[in-house]
């Protein structure tokens, strides 16, 4: 079966910008998680949708983070405008159940901000 | 805040059983270690996970001290592929996210 699909895999933008994260989960996987790890710092959760619904938003950072899975399969993270904090791994993780059995992770998109 | 404490770095040479500790003194009944490896450029890879017992598949074995404060994740035979990042992670199965610490950077050597 296919994996945890992102895309782009990377992306360059300047301060400012607005950028848009895609992630495509395994398909069938009600469960779709958003983490993000910064320059020298750990990974960390951002939301977990269960089908199109948030289940858990605790980790977004700010306003200026919208995640949205419309329909239920993929999902979009946009950073408008995006700040040079901002810059780090985007991952993006599916689960079928709740997650016993482990989340599978895509690649992850690398962000710069300029 | 993660809830493990794990060594920083540790080195294994090519073929020999890699030992990873983790401290979780602090678990509740109700947690379960997790292991995770993020090999450079990829997200992160589901390794094992057990409640009390020892478990064993396909990629490693995870051993459960029996009251629960630490756990050894063990490659029986590593190879280089096997280098990477290892985060042991205790997670409450109502959690539904991970809380990753900094991890165990394991080298394979040739």
């Known amino acids: 079966e296919a994996g945890v699909t992102q895309f782009p895999s990377h992306s360059v933008i300047e301060k400012g910008q607005t950028v848009t994260l895609r992630c495509d989960p395994i398909s069938g996987h009600d469960n779709l998680y958003w983490y993000r790890r910064v320059m020298g710092k750990e990974i960390k959760f951002l939301l977990h949708f269960v089908k199109e619904s948030k289940q858990d938003e605790s980790g977004m950072p700010n306003n200026r983070f919208l995640a949205e899975r419309t329909g239920g399969t993929y999902s979009t993270l946009k950073v408008q405008p995006a700040e040079l904090e901002d810059s780090g791994v985007y991952f993006c993780a599916s689960s079928q159940d709740n997650g016993y059995y482990g989340y599978t992770f895509g690649s992850g998109t690398r962000l710069t901000v300029v | 805040d993660a809830k493990t404490t794990q060594p920083p770095s540790m080195d294994c040479a090519e073929g020999r059983a890699a030992n990873l500790p983790c401290n979780h003194s602090?678990?509740?009944?109700?947690?379960?270690v997790y292991w995770y490896r993020q090999i450079h450029s990829q997200g992160p890879q589901y390794i094992i996970h057990g409640l009390k017992n020892n478990e064993t598949n396909e990629m490693a074995s995870l051993i459960i001290t029996e009251d629960r404060k630490s756990s050894t994740l063990i490659l029986p035979h590593a190879t280089l592929r096997d280098t990477a990042v290892y985060y042991c992670?205790?997670?409450?199965?109502?959690?539904?996210?991970?809380?990753f610490g900094q991890g165990t950077r394991l080298t394979i050597n040739p």
């Open positions: 602090t678990i509740s009944g109700n947690e379960y």
């Open positions: 992670i205790v997670q409450d199965q109502g959690a539904q996210k991970l809380v």
